[in-house]
């Protein structure tokens, strides 16, 4: 291990969380102008990127990350407490880097390493996000049979089809997208994973405005994209299995993410509250603590190498639940701020997460989808 990643790292968790703390201290003025989410989604991403070009400058952004693909070692677990300390300095959240948690470890796991090893440390140095390329009109919920294919010429494979609800599609340079080289009665078992390069020729994107009025839902179509073998993610026909993997971290660890963000909120709106809120802040509280101690015990985990499994069902239901009741709660007790907001970038932001935490049941996995798996595979009710 380099001098730097152990100067960061420290000698226990609880050290490395008092250097990051104090880094924040002594970069102050540089860090204040990129944590608010500002209300223009293009100027949001924009501040994102940037955040993410400094910490990876200062070392911080690369920690969590396998040394042999540019990062500087550590686990989930020292990227769960970077995120933790961010959101109480007053960050706005990770904008397009959510991918980070949800496809950089599927490409840690089964890209080609000389791949990954080229675009990861990009990835992380904010210079190149990601997005998902899974759903399709005609594919959400039965992911199974989606249409979108790729087949073999010379070396190379040609995709053609069409993806939708591609989250900053708009803001990414790949895509990493499921697709069919089998044939469609092979269902799960005729898929393959593959990074589409978005500048690539045949490649056209477009946003879907969100009734929140933000532009981070797109939809992009490919028409005899070429991409070389290199790009494959995992197996040719073994899609399925590394979409399963993303799709648990999705469900699973992300939610610590998302609870930071709407903790912040509760927490900030919670201070000028009356006491005829106590209770309706208390169960929101309550189920913060739930999806806390949930995440934490995946993140722990996945910081072992061990699978998340059903579990990750369980956290993604948990944690979007609790998102619509700490909004409600907000709505509930203050609603001019959700319904007029001030002018302000503060209140501004606050109505478009109001308005998202509307929809956060259906990505990943709708909230129908979850109840099967848990039902199915924690309850052991084989007919659900
Ligand atoms: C904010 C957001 C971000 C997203 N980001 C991405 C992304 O980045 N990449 C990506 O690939 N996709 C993304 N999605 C798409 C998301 O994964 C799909 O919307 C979701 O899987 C549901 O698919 P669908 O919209 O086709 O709905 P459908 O599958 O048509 O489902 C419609 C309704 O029917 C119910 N239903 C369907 N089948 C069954 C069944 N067998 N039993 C019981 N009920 C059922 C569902 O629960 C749902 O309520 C995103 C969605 C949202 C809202």
């Known amino acids: 291990m380099g001098a730097e990643s152990q100067n960061l790292l420290g000698s226990s968790l609880g ?6 703390r104090d880094w924040i201290a002594d970069n102050r003025a540089e860090l204040a102008p990129l944590l608010p989410a500002r209300a223009d ?3 949001r991403v924009a501040t994102a990127k940037r955040l993410r070009g400094l910490l990876y400058d200062a070392g911080w952004g690369r920690i969590g990350w396998p040394e042999e693909f540019g990062g500087h070692g550590g686990t989930i677990l020292h990227r769960a407490a970077m995120y933790d300390e961010l959101f109480r300095a007053g960050w706005g959240g990770p904008v397009v880097f959510e991918h980070l948690e949800i496809v950089a470890p599927t490409l840690v796991r089964y890209a080609d390493p000389e791949f990954t090893r080229t675009v990861l440390p990009r990835f992380l140095d ?35 089809g069409a993806k939708i609800w591609t989250s900053w599609v708009g803001y990414a340079r ?25 500048r690539s020729p045949g490649v056209t994107a477009g946003p879907i405005r969100q009734a929140n009025g933000t ?33 648990a971290h999705e469900r699973g660890t992300l939610s610590w993410v998302r609870h930071c963000g709407y903790r912040e909120n509760l927490t900030s709106a919670s201070k000028s509250m009356s006491e005829n809120s106590d209770r309706q802040v208390g169960e929101a509280a309550l189920g913060l603590l739930g999806v806390r101690s949930a995440a934490i015990n995946l993140l722990a985990r996945e910081a072992a190498d061990r699978e998340l499994g059903p579990d990750s069902a369980f956290n993604k239901l948990l944690t979007t639940r609790t998102e619509q009741t700490v909004y409600n709660t907000l709505r509930d007790i203050d609603g001019t701020r959700v319904a007029i907001p001030d002018g302000s970038d503060a209140a501004a932001v606050l109505q478009q997460e109001y308005l998202f935490s509307r929809i956060v049941t259906i990505y990943g996995g709708s909230q129908q989808m979850q109840l099967m798996t848990i039902a199915r595979h924690i309850l052991g009710l084989e007919n659900a």
Not at 140 to 154: C, Q
Not at 183 to 195: D, F, N, P, S, V
Not at 222 to 244: E, H, K, L, Q
């Open 15 to 20: 050290d490395f969380v008092d250097r990051f």
């Open 41 to 43: 989604y293009d100027a």
């Open 126 to 160: 904010g210079s190149q996000p990601w997005a998902q390329g899974f759903s399709e009109p005609e594919a959400g919920s039965d992911l199974a049979s989606l249409r979108t294919r790729a087949e073999l010429d010379g070396s190379d494979w040609v995709v053609n």
């Open 174 to 198: 790949w895509c990493l997208a499921l697709v069919r080289t089998g044939t469609a009665e092979e269902r799960h078992r005729g898929l393959t994973m593959i990074a589409v390069d978005l």
């Open 215 to 247: 532009d981070e839902l797109g939809q992009v179509r490919f028409d005899d994209v070429r991409v070389p073998p290199s790009r494959i993610i995992g197996d040719v026909g073994g899609g399925w299995r590394a979409a399963m993997y993303l799709l």
